[in-house]
Each structure stands twice: as structure tokens, then as C-alpha cells.
């Protein structure tokens, strides 16, 4: 009873010191009280994200940086977004975008705490959300922050039937199922309007960090429904991967200028091939020629586990003071790497729209079921070069689509370019002589040889879909 009587008296206390003009739990009170007039230096006109950034600083939800920029290119951090949503949360319910938070504001906290806590008491998150403050937030955090921050009387569904549709057939927002964190929370972004996805598919990435120009593109439609989104997906007929790009099927990744740990050095490397470069430029506090031959073979591994995108060599540049500069290529390209990346991107474009102007991929298949097609394509199309050597284009995916001849690493990295073209996550994974896919079906974790089930006179189906243990068994790692 003690505990009901304080909150009851702190309510109370609230009601009689709110702002004065302000109405409560209304989006009236969204308003732009300041005009944006070049607040911020690294805001160009010409940005995709000037009106979203603009308006989060006129509706009095953020400033900026001390530096005055905005960090356009910044990783959103965990507390960041808990403060975006905490001033977001108190606007609508006192009229002012600090009010609310005030009461939890402790002397030497940490800033994020205060919002977390208000959030928390407000039942916007959990108890166990918000911690450790300076973490990148995942895309998938943001969605759950978000989804809770607004009633849903205000978020109405304006996309409710046409993302249904396209998520339940499983040809947008494939990198989304129910095993997803917040799976929920992120489907409900894109009913709203709040969210449309990264690429054409309407891919979410979940579990990467999300840029501060694209969280303020989904915080201001939150706020003003005028800048929320539709979809314009084409849900009577396939949609053709012609255009797509090799760096745009890679979850984005943040350049670490000294990468120490496999996460940071695959992270470098996800920065440098969804950016479209094939150098990567780092800096140590020292360079020797040992840290330099571990450096490049530690990036090479990585990038080889992207296979599909056609790079299996590296050449490296350093200089003693600590720059590495690290080349990538492909083996018995000549030098026309680039060339051979476009030429694959086109194949396995035309490959995908082949298969489902014909009917062998339709909308209402599972993961599983697509991924099976495309496995039979690669056996069907496809022989082993047995007089390979390191140097030969057998090596890429290319070879595979262009001369119908490949050794492993060809074949996985075609089978894995046409999973990613449906939105399938997969990598690849070797051991000293092999290598072969692992992909997330439907939200289940499996491994696929294509080489091996290409490997008999017949199609063998014993290696798709096979669990880990079966395939350690197969070869182990």
C-alpha cells in the first residue's frame, strides 16, 4: 500500500508541475517549434536522410554532436536510442521532451539512465533492456524500442495487408522469421510506415547496427505521419534481380581501423564489400612483416567465407609505422577481377528470374524449398574441373555460371550468390581442403555441399540440408 501511495502521490506532483500549455498523451504535441537552418555541418541538402534529420531537430529531439555535426554515419548506439525514444515518449505524454525523464535523473549517472528508466516505468521495455549504454544497438533492438514507444492508437497499421502478404509468402523481409529477435516488433515498423527495409526485398538486417541518418528517418515518421513510408513491393509477380549488386547482398559492416578480434577483422571486411572497394586500409601502432602475413591470411579466411563475392586472393602493402593496406582479388583474372564480379551478378540475376518466370520457384515455398532448387540448378548445370589448378577461374562462381565447370569454391560461392538473392542468410565454411555452404532455413540452422552432391552420376540429396553433426561427420572443421 506504501508503494501504491508514493506513486499516486508522484503522479499527482507531475499533474500540478507540468508545462503549462502542454496537453497530456497527445500528438499534438508534436510540433516543430525551431527552424532548421544548417544546424549541422555534415547534413547536405542532397542527403537521403535531410528531412528526417532536420525534423528530429525542429520537433526538439536532438541537437547534435558537440562538434556540430550530426554523426549521419554513426552507429546508433544502445543509449542513444533509449534517449531518442525516452524524449519521443515524454513529448507525447507532457507536451515537453525532458519532462518525463526528469524524476529519474540521478546525480553522476549515466544520461542514458534516466530515459532507460522512465521507459522502463513506462512499460516500453523490459526490466532486463537497455545495458551496456556505449553498444552498437542492433537494428532489431531499435525496432523493439521503437514499437513500444507510441501507443498503438497513434502507429496505425497503413501497410498492415500488403507487408502480411509479403511476409507470410516469404518473398520480402526474408531475413526475418519467428526465431528473429523482436521479429514482432520489426514486422509492426513496416505495418506502420515506419520502416521499409534496407534493399528492394525489404531485408531488415536485424542483427546489425543501424546508421544515425537512418534512425532518424524512422524516428521522425513516428512523429510525423506525413514522412511514413508504403512499400511498392510487386506481390502479383516475381520480382526480377536484374540490377542487383554484389556489395548490396552483404550486411553492412563498420570499418575498425585496427581490427584485433575475428568479429572486428569480419566487420572491416563486411565495411569494405558492401561499400564496393576491394582494398582495405588499416593502421596499427607497428607493422612487422610477421603481423602483416597474419593480418592478410586472418582477412583472406574471412573474405573467402564470402565467397560469392568472387575475391580468393589478397596482395598486401605496409609500412612499418603501422599502415596495412590490404588488395583483394581473384586468381587468373588477369586483372579484370571487377569485370568477372558484374558478368557473375548478371548470370545469377538471370538464373533467378528464369527459375521463377518458369514457374520452379513460386511465392508459397518455404526457405527449404527454394534453396532445394536452387541446389538441383547447380547439379544440373554444373561439372567438376578436375584439372583445376590455383590459378584457375574454376576457383569463382563465374566459371560456374559462364562454362558450366567449377571446384568447391566455385560451386559455393554460385549456390550461396542465389540464396542471397532470396534473402537467405549463409556463409561458407572450409576446412583445410574443402569448403561448403551454411544456411538458415526457415529459421533452422544446416549445411550444404553442393560439390559433393554433384559428385555421382545422379543428383545426391543426402548433402542439403544436413545438421551440424552430420556434416562434421561428412568433413569435419
Not at 500540478?16 to 527552424?35: D, G, I, Q
Request: with cysteine; net charge negative.
Amino acid at each position: 500500500m506504501k508503494l501504491r501511495l508514493s506513486a499516486l502521490l508522484l503522479a499527482a506532483v507531475l499533474l500540478l508541475t507540468a508545462p503549462a500549455a502542454a496537453a497530456s498523451n497527445t500528438t499534438a504535441n508534436f510540433v516543430r517549434e525551431k527552424a532548421y537552418t544548417g544546424q549541422f555541418s555534415d547534413l547536405a541538402t542532397a542527403s537521403a536522410f535531410y528531412d528526417n534529420v532536420a525534423a528530429l531537430y525542429e520537433y526538439g529531439l536532438s541537437v547534435g554532436k558537440a562538434d556540430g555535426t550530426f554523426g549521419l554515419t554513426d552507429s546508433v548506439t544502445l543509449g542513444q536510442i533509449l534517449i531518442f525514444a525516452g524524449r519521443i515518449r515524454s513529448l507525447y505524454r507532457t507536451g515537453d521532451p525532458e519532462y518525463g525523464v526528469e524524476p529519474y535523473r540521478t546525480s553522476g549517472g549515466e544520461m542514458a539512465d534516466a530515459y532507460l528508466r522512465y521507459l522502463q516505468e513506462e512499460g516500453v521495455v523490459g526490466a532486463d533492456f537497455g545495458t551496456p549504454f556505449s553498444a552498437f544497438a542492433t537494428r532489431a533492438q531499435v525496432a523493439h524500442v521503437l514499437s513500444g514507444t507510441l501507443p498503438s492508437e497513434v502507429l496505425l497499421p497503413m501497410n498492415d495487408a500488403v507487408v502480411t502478404e509479403g511476409y507470410a509468402t516469404r518473398r520480402f523481409i526474408t531475413d526475418v522469421t519467428e526465431y528473429t529477435p523482436y521479429y514482432q516488433d520489426i514486422l509492426f515498423l513496416y505495418r506502420c510506415g515506419i520502416s521499409l527495409g534496407s534493399d528492394a526485398y525489404g531485408s531488415f538486417q536485424p542483427d546489425a547496427p543501424i546508421t544515425r541518418g537512418a534512425a532518424a528517418a524512422m524516428l521522425t515518421r513516428m512523429v510525423d505521419p506525413s514522412l511514413r513510408v508504403k512499400p511498392d513491393w510487386n506481390l502479383t509477380t516475381y520480382s526480377s534481380a536484374a540490377g542487383t549488386t554484389l556489395s548490396s547482398l552483404v550486411t553492412p559492416g563498420t570499418l575498425v581501423s585496427a581490427p584485433s578480434t575475428s568479429a572486428e577483422m569480419d566487420e572491416s571486411v563486411r565495411y569494405m564489400l558492401s561499400s564496393g572497394d576491394s582494398t582495405l586500409s588499416l593502421h596499427y601502432a607497428s607493422v612487422t612483416s610477421v603481423s602483416a602475413r597474419s593480418k592478410m591470411e586472418e582477412a583472406l579466411s574471412i573474405v573467402k567465407s564470402y565467397c560469392e563475392q568472387g575475391y580468393n586472393t589478397v596482395s598486401c602493402t605496409y609500412l612499418s609505422s603501422g599502415d596495412l593496406r590490404l588488395s583483394f582479388s581473384a586468381a587468373g583474372t588477369g586483372g579484370r577481377t571487377e569485370e568477372y564480379r558484374t558478368a557473375t551478378m548478371e548470370f545469377a540475376a538471370a538464373v533467378h528470374d528464369e527459375l521463377w518466370s518458369t514457374g520452379q520457384l513460386t511465392a508459397d515455398m518455404t526457405q527449404t524449398e527454394m534453396a532445394r532448387v536452387y541446389y538441383t540448378w547447380i547439379c544440373n548445370n554444373c561439372v567438376y574441373d578436375y584439372s583445376a589448378t590455383n590459378t584457375s577461374l574454376s576457383h569463382i562462381p563465374y566459371s560456374l555460371f559462364a562454362d558450366g565447370t567449377a571446384v568447391c569454391d566455385g560451386y559455393t560461392g554460385a549456390y550461396n550468390l542465389l540464396l542471397k538473392l532470396e534473402g537467405i542468410k549463409c556463409t561458407a565454411l572450409s576446412n583445410e581442403g574443402h569448403i561448403w555452404t551454411v544456411a538458415t532455413l526457415d529459421g533452422t540452422q544446416c549445411h550444404i555441399d553442393t560439390t559433393w552432391g554433384d559428385s555421382g552420376r545422379t543428383i545426391s540429396y543426402d548433402y542439403f540440408g544436413m545438421t551440424p553433426e552430420q556434416s562434421w561427420r561428412e568433413h569435419p572443421w
